[in-house]
Protein backbone atom coordinates (compact mmCIF):
# COMPACT_ATOMS: atom_id res chain seq x y z
CA UNK A 1 0.00 0.00 0.00
CA UNK A 2 1.76 3.16 -0.40
CA UNK A 3 0.50 6.78 0.76
CA UNK A 4 1.01 10.26 0.13
CA UNK A 5 -0.46 13.83 -0.14
CA UNK A 6 -4.00 14.10 -1.01
CA UNK A 7 -3.90 10.24 -1.93
CA UNK A 8 -5.73 8.13 1.10
CA UNK A 9 -4.54 4.51 -0.36
CA UNK A 10 -3.47 2.73 -3.57
CA UNK A 11 -3.78 -0.83 -3.39
CA UNK A 12 -3.00 -3.81 -5.29
CA UNK A 13 -4.26 -7.18 -4.42
CA UNK A 14 -5.37 -11.20 -5.58
CA UNK A 15 -8.70 -12.57 -5.14
CA UNK A 16 -8.90 -16.47 -5.15
CA UNK A 17 -11.52 -18.93 -5.41
CA UNK A 18 -11.20 -19.52 -1.56
CA UNK A 19 -12.34 -15.50 -0.93
CA UNK A 20 -15.37 -16.28 -2.64
CA UNK A 21 -18.32 -15.00 -0.42
CA UNK A 22 -16.26 -13.01 1.48
CA UNK A 23 -15.50 -9.25 2.28
CA UNK A 24 -12.01 -7.83 1.66
CA UNK A 25 -11.78 -4.94 3.43
CA UNK A 26 -9.47 -1.21 3.35
CA UNK A 27 -9.39 0.93 5.62
CA UNK A 28 -8.01 4.79 4.88
CA UNK A 29 -8.58 8.15 6.60
CA UNK A 30 -10.28 10.89 5.97
CA UNK A 31 -8.70 14.25 6.85
CA UNK A 32 -10.97 17.00 8.64
CA UNK A 33 -12.56 19.37 6.12
CA UNK A 34 -12.28 16.65 3.11
CA UNK A 35 -14.61 17.98 0.21
CA UNK A 36 -14.62 15.06 -1.85
CA UNK A 37 -13.75 11.24 -1.78
CA UNK A 38 -12.72 9.47 -5.09
CA UNK A 39 -12.46 5.68 -5.80
CA UNK A 40 -11.07 3.80 -8.43
CA UNK A 41 -11.45 0.50 -8.54
CA UNK A 42 -10.40 -2.55 -11.28
CA UNK A 43 -10.04 -5.79 -11.41
CA UNK A 44 -9.31 -8.71 -13.98
CA UNK A 45 -10.51 -10.89 -15.56
CA UNK A 46 -13.27 -9.99 -15.41
CA UNK A 47 -14.65 -13.32 -17.35
CA UNK A 48 -12.26 -16.07 -17.14
CA UNK A 49 -11.46 -17.94 -20.83
CA UNK A 50 -14.05 -20.31 -21.46
CA UNK A 51 -16.40 -19.26 -19.11
CA UNK A 52 -19.78 -18.70 -19.43
CA UNK A 53 -20.10 -16.81 -16.52
CA UNK A 54 -18.14 -13.62 -15.34
CA UNK A 55 -16.33 -12.74 -12.04
CA UNK A 56 -18.60 -10.88 -9.52
CA UNK A 57 -16.88 -8.16 -7.53
CA UNK A 58 -18.36 -5.17 -5.83
CA UNK A 59 -17.74 -2.52 -3.88
CA UNK A 60 -19.37 -1.07 -0.45
CA UNK A 61 -18.18 2.11 1.51
CA UNK A 62 -18.69 3.23 5.15
CA UNK A 63 -18.27 6.22 7.06
CA UNK A 64 -16.88 5.79 10.75
CA UNK A 65 -20.45 5.73 11.47
CA UNK A 66 -22.27 4.23 8.99
CA UNK A 67 -22.89 2.72 5.19
CA UNK A 68 -22.40 5.40 2.62
CA UNK A 69 -23.82 2.35 0.07
CA UNK A 70 -22.75 0.23 -2.82
CA UNK A 71 -22.84 -0.61 -6.46
CA UNK A 72 -23.87 -4.44 -6.92
CA UNK A 73 -23.05 -5.70 -9.97
CA UNK A 74 -22.31 -2.92 -11.88
CA UNK A 75 -19.24 -2.60 -14.19
CA UNK A 76 -18.94 1.26 -13.27
CA UNK A 77 -16.46 1.51 -10.25
CA UNK A 78 -15.57 5.37 -9.98
CA UNK A 79 -16.93 6.77 -7.10
CA UNK A 80 -17.06 10.38 -6.34
CA UNK A 81 -18.64 10.83 -2.91
CA UNK A 82 -19.65 14.66 -1.60
CA UNK A 83 -21.54 15.72 1.10
CA UNK A 84 -24.02 16.80 -1.65
CA UNK A 85 -23.65 14.78 -3.89
CA UNK A 86 -22.70 11.03 -5.04
CA UNK A 87 -21.86 8.58 -7.71
CA UNK A 88 -24.94 6.08 -8.10
CA UNK A 89 -25.28 3.70 -5.61
CA UNK A 90 -23.83 5.54 -3.34
CA UNK A 91 -25.41 8.11 -0.11
CA UNK A 92 -24.32 12.01 0.00
CA UNK A 93 -23.78 13.37 3.05
CA UNK A 94 -21.23 14.50 5.76
CA UNK A 95 -17.49 13.44 4.77
CA UNK A 96 -16.58 12.60 8.74
CA UNK A 97 -12.88 12.93 9.21
CA UNK A 98 -11.64 9.54 10.59
CA UNK A 99 -11.02 5.84 9.61
CA UNK A 100 -13.37 4.90 6.67
CA UNK A 101 -13.83 1.54 5.36
CA UNK A 102 -14.14 0.42 1.42
CA UNK A 103 -15.32 -3.27 1.24
CA UNK A 104 -14.53 -5.90 -1.76
CA UNK A 105 -17.47 -7.84 -1.86
CA UNK A 106 -16.36 -11.28 -3.24
CA UNK A 107 -19.89 -12.01 -4.87
CA UNK A 108 -18.70 -15.11 -7.18
CA UNK A 109 -15.20 -15.88 -8.27
CA UNK A 110 -15.24 -19.19 -11.21
CA UNK A 111 -12.91 -21.34 -10.82
CA UNK A 112 -9.98 -22.03 -11.14
CA UNK A 113 -8.94 -18.30 -11.82
CA UNK A 114 -8.00 -16.27 -9.46
CA UNK A 115 -8.68 -12.04 -9.58
CA UNK A 116 -5.88 -9.21 -9.50
CA UNK A 117 -7.55 -6.30 -8.48
CA UNK A 118 -5.99 -2.34 -7.91
CA UNK A 119 -7.70 0.03 -5.21
CA UNK A 120 -7.02 3.85 -5.17
CA UNK A 121 -8.61 6.25 -3.35
CA UNK A 122 -7.94 10.22 -2.82
CA UNK A 123 -9.45 13.24 -0.86
CA UNK A 124 -9.18 16.71 -1.85
CA UNK A 125 -10.28 19.69 0.53
CA UNK A 126 -11.10 21.69 -2.49
CA UNK A 127 -13.85 24.07 -2.13
CA UNK A 128 -16.54 22.65 -4.62
CA UNK A 129 -19.12 23.78 -6.90
CA UNK A 130 -22.29 24.54 -6.06
CA UNK A 131 -24.48 21.04 -5.82
CA UNK A 132 -27.31 20.00 -7.34
CA UNK A 133 -30.85 21.06 -5.54
CA UNK A 134 -31.64 17.68 -3.23
CA UNK A 135 -34.78 15.87 -4.53
CA UNK A 136 -37.79 16.81 -2.71
CA UNK A 137 -40.15 13.64 -1.90
CA UNK A 138 -43.84 14.39 -4.36
CA UNK A 139 -46.74 13.42 -3.08
CA UNK A 140 -49.32 11.54 -3.80
CA UNK A 141 -52.95 11.50 -3.01
CA UNK A 142 -53.86 8.59 -0.44
CA UNK A 143 -57.42 8.39 -2.16
CA UNK A 144 -58.80 6.15 0.85
CA UNK A 145 -59.91 2.69 1.42
CA UNK A 146 -59.40 0.35 -1.74
CA UNK A 147 -57.13 -2.03 -3.68
CA UNK A 148 -54.64 -1.15 -4.98
CA UNK A 149 -52.42 -2.63 -7.08
CA UNK A 150 -48.56 -2.64 -7.49
CA UNK A 151 -44.64 -4.10 -7.02
CA UNK A 152 -42.20 -4.65 -3.96
CA UNK A 153 -39.26 -5.53 -6.07
CA UNK A 154 -37.50 -3.23 -8.90
CA UNK A 155 -34.08 -2.07 -9.72
CA UNK A 156 -31.77 0.72 -11.26
CA UNK A 157 -28.67 2.18 -12.35
CA UNK A 158 -28.12 2.68 -8.64
CA UNK A 159 -27.10 -1.04 -8.50
CA UNK A 160 -27.05 -3.29 -11.76
CA UNK A 161 -30.06 -2.77 -13.98
CA UNK A 162 -29.21 -0.76 -17.02
CA UNK A 163 -32.12 1.87 -16.76
CA UNK A 164 -32.37 5.17 -14.74
CA UNK A 165 -34.45 5.50 -12.27
CA UNK A 166 -36.90 7.95 -14.42
CA UNK A 167 -37.24 5.16 -16.32
CA UNK A 168 -38.02 2.60 -13.30
CA UNK A 169 -40.96 4.63 -12.59
CA UNK A 170 -41.98 5.47 -16.20
CA UNK A 171 -42.75 2.15 -16.51
CA UNK A 172 -44.66 1.95 -13.98
CA UNK A 173 -47.29 4.40 -15.17
CA UNK A 174 -47.05 2.56 -18.26
CA UNK A 175 -48.45 -0.57 -15.98
CA UNK A 176 -51.19 1.46 -14.70
CA UNK A 177 -49.54 0.77 -11.25
CA UNK A 178 -50.91 2.48 -8.37
CA UNK A 179 -47.44 1.70 -6.63
CA UNK A 180 -44.19 1.02 -7.06
CA UNK A 181 -41.01 -0.24 -5.33
CA UNK A 182 -37.49 0.99 -5.81
CA UNK A 183 -35.57 -1.82 -3.91
CA UNK A 184 -32.01 -1.90 -5.34
CA UNK A 185 -29.48 -4.22 -4.54
CA UNK A 186 -27.34 -2.90 -0.88
CA UNK A 187 -28.22 0.45 -1.17
CA UNK A 188 -30.87 2.94 -0.73
CA UNK A 189 -29.12 6.10 -2.80
CA UNK A 190 -32.07 6.15 -5.80
CA UNK A 191 -35.16 6.57 -3.07
CA UNK A 192 -34.94 10.01 -3.10
CA UNK A 193 -34.75 10.78 -6.87
CA UNK A 194 -37.94 7.70 -7.27
CA UNK A 195 -39.65 9.45 -4.26
CA UNK A 196 -39.45 12.99 -6.04
CA UNK A 197 -40.88 11.40 -9.05
CA UNK A 198 -44.46 10.36 -7.53
CA UNK A 199 -47.74 12.02 -8.15
CA UNK A 200 -51.64 11.48 -7.93
CA UNK A 201 -51.53 8.78 -9.95
CA UNK A 202 -48.54 6.65 -8.54
CA UNK A 203 -47.17 6.04 -5.32
CA UNK A 204 -43.48 5.56 -5.23
CA UNK A 205 -42.37 3.33 -2.00
CA UNK A 206 -38.53 2.79 -1.05
CA UNK A 207 -36.60 -0.48 0.14
CA UNK A 208 -33.26 -2.21 -0.18
CA UNK A 209 -32.90 -5.40 -1.73
CA UNK A 210 -30.34 -6.71 1.16
CA UNK A 211 -28.14 -9.03 -1.42
CA UNK A 212 -26.06 -11.33 0.87
CA UNK A 213 -24.09 -14.36 -0.07
CA UNK A 214 -26.70 -17.00 0.93
CA UNK A 215 -29.83 -15.61 0.03
CA UNK A 216 -31.29 -11.91 -0.61
CA UNK A 217 -34.55 -10.24 1.25
CA UNK A 218 -36.38 -7.25 0.72
CA UNK A 219 -36.76 -4.36 3.39
CA UNK A 220 -39.61 -2.15 2.56
CA UNK A 221 -40.26 0.92 3.96
CA UNK A 222 -36.45 1.49 5.21
CA UNK A 223 -34.83 4.28 3.46
CA UNK A 224 -31.62 4.35 5.32
CA UNK A 225 -28.65 2.20 4.50
CA UNK A 226 -28.67 -1.23 6.15
CA UNK A 227 -25.29 -2.92 6.81
CA UNK A 228 -26.20 -6.07 5.06
CA UNK A 229 -22.64 -8.18 5.79
CA UNK A 230 -24.10 -11.38 7.59
CA UNK A 231 -21.84 -12.63 10.34
CA UNK A 232 -21.55 -14.88 13.17
CA UNK A 233 -22.09 -11.67 15.14
CA UNK A 234 -24.62 -9.88 12.90
CA UNK A 235 -26.95 -12.77 11.59
CA UNK A 236 -29.48 -12.55 9.04
CA UNK A 237 -31.92 -13.63 11.63
CA UNK A 238 -30.67 -10.61 13.59
CA UNK A 239 -31.23 -8.18 10.59
CA UNK A 240 -34.28 -9.26 10.06
CA UNK A 241 -35.13 -9.07 13.73
CA UNK A 242 -33.88 -5.40 13.84
CA UNK A 243 -36.05 -4.25 10.44
CA UNK A 244 -39.18 -5.73 11.69
CA UNK A 245 -38.85 -4.47 15.10
CA UNK A 246 -38.53 -0.39 13.44
CA UNK A 247 -41.65 -1.22 11.59
CA UNK A 248 -40.31 -2.18 8.01
CA UNK A 249 -42.07 -4.91 5.73
CA UNK A 250 -39.07 -7.63 5.46
CA UNK A 251 -39.55 -10.39 2.84
CA UNK A 252 -37.49 -13.61 2.01
CA UNK A 253 -37.01 -12.76 -1.84
CA UNK A 254 -36.62 -15.87 -4.19
CA UNK A 255 -36.01 -18.40 -2.12
CA UNK A 256 -35.75 -21.01 -4.36
CA UNK A 257 -34.01 -18.57 -7.50
CA UNK A 258 -31.20 -20.96 -8.91
CA UNK A 259 -28.26 -20.23 -7.50
CA UNK A 260 -24.18 -20.16 -8.51
CA UNK A 261 -23.04 -20.04 -10.69
CA UNK A 262 -25.97 -18.21 -12.61
CA UNK A 263 -27.10 -16.32 -9.44
CA UNK A 264 -24.51 -16.41 -6.70
CA UNK A 265 -26.64 -16.04 -3.57
CA UNK A 266 -30.13 -15.76 -5.40
CA UNK A 267 -31.13 -19.10 -3.60
CA UNK A 268 -32.31 -18.62 0.25
CA UNK A 269 -29.82 -20.40 2.71
CA UNK A 270 -30.53 -19.41 5.77
CA UNK A 271 -31.51 -22.40 8.24
CA UNK A 272 -32.44 -20.26 11.20
CA UNK A 273 -34.84 -18.52 9.02
CA UNK A 274 -36.51 -20.69 7.40
CA UNK A 275 -38.45 -18.71 8.24
CA UNK A 276 -37.69 -17.77 11.79
CA UNK A 277 -38.90 -14.30 12.53
CA UNK A 278 -39.58 -13.75 8.88
CA UNK A 279 -43.09 -13.19 8.11
CA UNK A 280 -43.75 -12.48 4.75
CA UNK A 281 -42.25 -14.83 1.60
CA UNK A 282 -41.95 -13.49 -2.26
CA UNK A 283 -43.51 -16.77 -3.84
CA UNK A 284 -43.58 -14.75 -7.30
CA UNK A 285 -40.41 -13.16 -8.95
CA UNK A 286 -40.43 -11.89 -12.23
CA UNK A 287 -42.10 -14.05 -14.77
CA UNK A 288 -43.95 -17.40 -13.10
CA UNK A 289 -41.66 -19.49 -15.60
CA UNK A 290 -38.69 -17.74 -15.15
CA UNK A 291 -35.73 -18.79 -13.51
CA UNK A 292 -36.71 -17.95 -9.57
CA UNK A 293 -38.28 -21.21 -9.68
CA UNK A 294 -41.67 -19.97 -8.68
CA UNK A 295 -43.95 -23.10 -8.40
CA UNK A 296 -40.70 -24.36 -5.45
CA UNK A 297 -40.95 -21.02 -3.92
CA UNK A 298 -45.17 -21.53 -3.88
CA UNK A 299 -44.94 -25.25 -2.39
CA UNK A 300 -41.64 -24.11 0.16
CA UNK A 301 -44.44 -21.30 1.37
CA UNK A 302 -47.24 -24.01 1.76
CA UNK A 303 -45.06 -26.55 3.44
CA UNK A 304 -44.38 -23.68 6.12
CA UNK A 305 -47.89 -22.82 6.56
CA UNK A 306 -48.67 -26.54 7.27
CA UNK A 307 -46.08 -26.21 9.92
CA UNK A 308 -48.17 -23.83 11.69
CA UNK A 309 -46.21 -20.85 10.33
CA UNK A 310 -48.51 -17.89 9.82
CA UNK A 311 -47.25 -16.24 6.79
CA UNK A 312 -48.11 -14.09 3.94
CA UNK A 313 -47.43 -14.39 0.47
CA UNK A 314 -46.20 -11.73 -1.91
CA UNK A 315 -45.51 -11.02 -5.62
CA UNK A 316 -42.33 -8.93 -6.49
CA UNK A 317 -41.08 -8.22 -10.12
CA UNK A 318 -37.70 -7.69 -9.30
CA UNK A 319 -37.67 -5.82 -12.43
CA UNK A 320 -34.55 -4.69 -14.43
CA UNK A 321 -35.79 -3.67 -18.16
CA UNK A 322 -39.18 -3.83 -19.45
CA UNK A 323 -40.31 -7.37 -19.49
CA UNK A 324 -41.43 -9.23 -23.26
CA UNK A 325 -44.40 -9.30 -24.40
CA UNK A 326 -45.09 -13.40 -23.34
CA UNK A 327 -43.50 -12.64 -20.13
CA UNK A 328 -45.97 -12.75 -17.13
CA UNK A 329 -44.73 -11.23 -13.85
CA UNK A 330 -46.92 -10.81 -10.69
CA UNK A 331 -48.06 -7.63 -8.89
CA UNK A 332 -49.42 -7.02 -5.21
CA UNK A 333 -53.38 -6.26 -5.28
CA UNK A 334 -53.57 -5.14 -2.23
CA UNK A 335 -56.88 -4.00 0.10
CA UNK A 336 -55.65 -0.65 2.19
CA UNK A 337 -57.03 1.77 4.25
CA UNK A 338 -55.19 4.23 1.73
CA UNK A 339 -52.39 4.72 -1.06
CA UNK A 340 -49.63 5.23 0.96
CA UNK A 341 -46.49 3.76 1.99
CA UNK A 342 -47.68 3.03 5.71
CA UNK A 343 -51.20 1.89 4.86
CA UNK A 344 -49.86 -0.81 1.64
CA UNK A 345 -47.44 -2.25 4.44
CA UNK A 346 -49.77 -2.54 6.82
CA UNK A 347 -52.48 -4.10 4.69
CA UNK A 348 -49.60 -6.51 3.45
CA UNK A 349 -48.43 -7.38 6.92
CA UNK A 350 -51.92 -8.14 7.64
CA UNK A 351 -52.13 -10.63 4.47
CA UNK A 352 -55.17 -8.27 2.90
CA UNK A 353 -53.80 -9.29 -0.76
CA UNK A 354 -53.91 -11.16 -3.99
CA UNK A 355 -50.79 -11.85 -6.05
CA UNK A 356 -52.18 -11.58 -9.54
CA UNK A 357 -50.56 -11.32 -13.41
CA UNK A 358 -54.22 -9.92 -14.34
CA UNK A 359 -57.38 -12.06 -13.64
CA UNK A 360 -58.80 -10.47 -10.55
CA UNK A 361 -59.62 -12.42 -7.46
CA UNK A 362 -61.96 -12.29 -4.59
CA UNK A 363 -62.59 -14.24 -1.20
CA UNK A 364 -65.28 -13.51 0.94
CA UNK A 365 -68.17 -14.66 3.61
CA UNK A 366 -70.92 -14.72 1.55
CA UNK A 367 -73.25 -12.93 4.71
CA UNK A 368 -70.48 -10.31 4.01
CA UNK A 369 -69.30 -9.84 0.48
CA UNK A 370 -67.49 -6.68 1.07
CA UNK A 371 -65.36 -7.38 3.65
CA UNK A 372 -61.98 -10.10 2.36
CA UNK A 373 -61.17 -13.10 4.22
CA UNK A 374 -57.53 -13.13 3.02
CA UNK A 375 -55.20 -12.98 6.22
CA UNK A 376 -58.14 -13.31 8.08
CA UNK A 377 -57.92 -15.48 11.33
CA UNK A 378 -61.46 -17.09 11.44
CA UNK A 379 -62.96 -19.06 14.67
CA UNK A 380 -62.56 -22.93 14.07
CA UNK A 381 -66.09 -24.08 13.00
CA UNK A 382 -67.62 -24.92 9.66
CA UNK A 383 -67.91 -21.94 7.51
CA UNK A 384 -68.63 -20.74 3.24
CA UNK A 385 -65.83 -19.07 1.74
CA UNK A 386 -67.71 -16.82 -1.26
CA UNK A 387 -65.05 -17.74 -4.07
CA UNK A 388 -65.45 -14.96 -7.58
CA UNK A 389 -62.90 -14.39 -10.26
CA UNK A 390 -62.86 -13.04 -13.87
CA UNK A 391 -60.66 -11.58 -16.30
CA UNK A 392 -58.85 -15.66 -16.28
CA UNK A 393 -58.14 -17.64 -19.21
CA UNK A 394 -60.74 -19.56 -20.81
CA UNK A 395 -59.35 -22.91 -19.54
CA UNK A 396 -58.98 -21.44 -15.73
CA UNK A 397 -58.55 -23.64 -12.83
CA UNK A 398 -59.59 -22.41 -9.62
CA UNK A 399 -58.06 -24.49 -7.11
CA UNK A 400 -58.66 -25.03 -3.26
CA UNK A 401 -54.99 -25.03 -1.25
CA UNK A 402 -55.14 -26.92 2.14
CA UNK A 403 -52.78 -28.86 4.37
CA UNK A 404 -53.01 -32.28 4.16
CA UNK A 405 -52.15 -35.47 6.53
CA UNK A 406 -50.65 -37.44 4.10
CA UNK A 407 -47.07 -37.07 5.13
CA UNK A 408 -45.56 -37.24 1.91
CA UNK A 409 -47.03 -33.77 1.03
CA UNK A 410 -47.58 -30.59 2.74
CA UNK A 411 -50.70 -29.47 1.07
CA UNK A 412 -53.67 -30.93 -1.00
CA UNK A 413 -55.63 -29.67 -4.02
CA UNK A 414 -59.02 -29.43 -4.40
CA UNK A 415 -60.90 -28.13 -7.96
CA UNK A 416 -63.35 -25.42 -7.29
CA UNK A 417 -64.51 -24.37 -10.93
CA UNK A 418 -63.36 -24.34 -14.48
CA UNK A 419 -63.35 -21.02 -16.44
CA UNK A 420 -62.90 -17.71 -17.37
CA UNK A 421 -65.38 -16.11 -14.67
CA UNK A 422 -67.24 -17.51 -11.66
CA UNK A 423 -68.74 -17.57 -8.49
CA UNK A 424 -68.65 -20.38 -6.51
CA UNK A 425 -69.58 -21.08 -2.40
CA UNK A 426 -67.15 -23.18 -0.67
CA UNK A 427 -67.81 -25.23 1.78
CA UNK A 428 -64.78 -25.38 4.03
CA UNK A 429 -64.38 -27.76 7.94
CA UNK A 430 -61.01 -26.61 9.42
CA UNK A 431 -59.31 -29.13 11.41
CA UNK A 432 -60.18 -29.16 15.15
CA UNK A 433 -56.63 -26.76 16.08
CA UNK A 434 -55.19 -25.55 13.31
CA UNK A 435 -55.77 -25.08 9.45
CA UNK A 436 -55.84 -22.58 6.41
CA UNK A 437 -57.16 -22.03 2.85
CA UNK A 438 -55.68 -20.31 -0.04
CA UNK A 439 -57.36 -19.91 -3.61
CA UNK A 440 -55.31 -20.36 -6.53
CA UNK A 441 -56.33 -20.05 -10.59
CA UNK A 442 -54.12 -21.52 -12.83
CA UNK A 443 -54.02 -22.43 -16.73
CA UNK A 444 -54.73 -25.70 -18.21
CA UNK A 445 -50.72 -25.84 -18.55
CA UNK A 446 -50.76 -25.89 -14.66
CA UNK A 447 -49.29 -22.09 -14.70
CA UNK A 448 -50.50 -19.61 -12.05
CA UNK A 449 -52.33 -17.05 -12.83
CA UNK A 450 -53.78 -16.02 -9.22
CA UNK A 451 -53.29 -16.37 -6.06
CA UNK A 452 -54.98 -14.98 -2.35
CA UNK A 453 -53.72 -15.13 0.76
CA UNK A 454 -55.26 -17.48 2.68
CA UNK A 455 -57.75 -17.47 5.38
CA UNK A 456 -56.42 -19.18 8.34
CA UNK A 457 -58.32 -21.11 11.27
CA UNK A 458 -56.88 -21.32 14.90
CA UNK A 459 -57.55 -22.95 17.87
CA UNK A 460 -55.46 -23.21 21.09
CA UNK A 461 -52.15 -25.15 19.64
CA UNK A 462 -49.20 -23.18 18.72
CA UNK A 463 -47.61 -25.61 16.38
CA UNK A 464 -44.55 -24.08 15.45
CA UNK A 465 -43.29 -24.69 18.84
Known amino acids: MEQDAGIAMRQSGRITPDQMQSHIEHQFEVPPGTTVIEIDFDYAPVTPVGSSFSNEVSLSLYDPFTGRGARHNNPDHHIVLKDMGASKGYVPGPLHPGTWTVSIDVHRIMPPSSVDYRLSIRTDSAPQTAPALPFVPAACNPRGPGWYRGDLHGHSLHSDAPWDVLDFVDYARQQNLDFATLTDHNTPSGIAECQSLA ?59 VGFPYCSGCDWKYPEVMPGVAKVVEVW ?158 DGSGALHCLANPVFFQGNVDRTR
Open 199 to 257: DDDLLVMGGTELTTFWGHCLTIGEHDFVDWRVSKDRTIGSIAAEEIDKGKLFIIAHPTH
Open 285 to 442: NGDWSGIANNDAALSLYYGWLSLGHRLVATAGSDIHAPFEKDQRPGYNVVQAEALSQDAICAAIQAGRLYLSSGPKLGVTHPDSENTTLMGQELAIKPTRLLVEWHACPEDAIVLLKRPTDDPGSAVRSDVIAHGARGRALVPFKPKPDYDWAAIEVR
